[in-house]
């Protein structure tokens, strides 16, 4: 959630690191700071709100050195307020701290810090750490040194920077644990600290990522990174392909516009360089398996949060039809609370777009202690998720930067679809003649992709007629279930709407109670082998006086008969048919969003990447 920017080098540190805060807004916060080592002293500046009051504030009271670490913060500890918002300074002024994470026996330290003489000015756990540096200076220990001590007193997971006036020319950064990302820019003659990739794109692509439980001092000509037991790391440098300006607006309104139209380009990049098209054949170069550890497998488990968790239920239908497999889908959150079974039979599927959420990160670890084989589909490159993982998949969606997942969403899916068809060959499952067909069906998605967003005005007219309601029920059935629940969950998230997506079967076991002339009931009815069974579900809620909103295949004039609005989809075999029957479902809740002049991008209480249970 929180975001973390830190510089060091020959220019002015205070614009580089608003703007790289700039680029974190994404990942929800509620205050913001800078510090700066100015004229040897540690200078603060912060604010409640957005970043814009931050900016006010720095105007009115310039800053202007070399060194300096930036944060937006999310609350966990104490209310949203000037004197909660990090950086957090020491008693004597010269040391500066930002941190994401929770540090679970803050209490404990906290009293132990009181008991000798430190004086609190926030009600947060963050400072405790940044007393712990002070402390360990103080007994002659460099920068370094204390902080690595200080690190070492904390439980939790976390992302920390520190800063001195005692040591002008250099940042520590720490991680431990899955509190999100720390990565070290190295520029030419000036190194840049981030939380997560976009904030220092556009000074450099050249990244070295920490692992958990390892530091680096960083000043503008080198770096260094140990663990925290004072072993040396010999880093590896990533080189970062995205560009920052995919990370702007462009000519979109919102970021979560941009993200949406991106889609068909986004699912060409997830495909390329992995489908045979004449042979049928899929390549999935970071994911080796074996035909005959494939044969081996006895199920799969999916693990995920929200709308990652809805493209693992779609994936379920498209890995147990093509490759046999039984899949369970279950939610990052819950499941290391439930000591699940596993064992060297099974393969789990981690899907995160940051590939540093929290609880998936969690039941990451508890399939590692169990023995089974340990998959990922992320988008971040370099992440938590990608290099804890046995094999991955990446989303090749590039930089999402809308809180509401949109082509992070699609391209797992595809992604999903890869894996199913890459495991049926070498299961023995699909022939080579069934291999050719998949093949040759999704070479057509990304027009059939960018033919739904060329109907964007038709969704945009119907969503201000829709604005004004406040209750929705979406229904779907098979594979198109899941994106019942994902298009609800978009709404909601963006229009706070209050939206319930349920199988379409389910509607009569409860909410038909709900639907009158005031819910709308959006049903997913294509031609398919359930399209019958959808045809009576919308009978049903018309003849409660149901809005009812179809999204069908194109030339089904039938449905025009039986609901109100009609958004229409090209044909497309079922187990695609999810990629596009959700794009309309994504422009809805954005237009409703927009009419009723909603935050899109970072709506409230919601943000990008959940590194905190």
Known sequence: MCGIVGYVGPRNATPIILNGLKRLEYRGYDSAGIAVIQDQRVHLRRNVGKLDNLERRVSEEPLNGQVGIGHTRWATHGQPSERNAHPHISMDGQYVVVHNGIVENYLDLRAELKSEGVIFQSDTDTEVIVHLVAAFASQGHDL?????????MLRGAHAIAVLSAAHPDRIVAVRIGNAGGVAVGIGQGEMFVASDIPAILEHTRQVVFLESRQMATITADSYTVQTLDSQPVKAT????????????????????QKEIFEQARSITDTIRGRVDFDSGCITLPDLTLTSDEAKRLKRMVTVACGTSAYSGLVGKFMIEALARLPVEVDYGSEYRYRDPILDADCAALAITQSGETVDTLAAMEEVRSKGARLWSIVNAIGSQ???????????????????????????????QYLLALYLGQL???????????HAHDIARLPDLVGKVLDRASEVEALAERLATYDDFLYLGRGINYPIALE????????SYIHAEGYPAGEMKHGPIAL??????????????????????????????????????????????TKADHVLYVPELPALLSPVVTVIPLQLLAYYIAV????????????????TVE
């Open 144 to 152: 370094t040194e204390a902080t690595r001590l200080a690190c070492n």
């Open 237 to 256: 440098v990533h080189a970062i392909a995205w560009d920052a300006v995919s990370a702007e607006r462009g000519e979109y309104r919102h970021f979560m």
């Open 385 to 415: 998720a990608m290099r804890i993982a046995d094999g991955y998949i990446t989303m090749q969606a590039g930089p999402e930067i809308g809180v509401a997942s949109t082509k992070a969403f699609t391209t797992s899916v595809v992604d």
């Open 427 to 437: 299961r023995g499952t699909l022939s080579a003649e069934a291999s050719r067909q």
């Open 487 to 494: 298009g609800a969950l978009k709404l909601k998230e963006i």
């Open 515 to 560: 639907i009158d002339d005031q819910m709308p009931v959006l049903a997913i009815a294509i031609r398919d082998s359930v399209y019958e069974k959808m045809i009576s579900q919308i009978e049903q809620a018309k003849a409660r006086h149901g809005i009812v909103i179809a999204v069908a295949t194109e030339g089904d004039e039938f449905i025009q």
């Open 595 to 610: 009419h009723r002049g909603c935050d899109v991008d970072q709506p409230r209480n919601l943000a990008k990447s959940v």
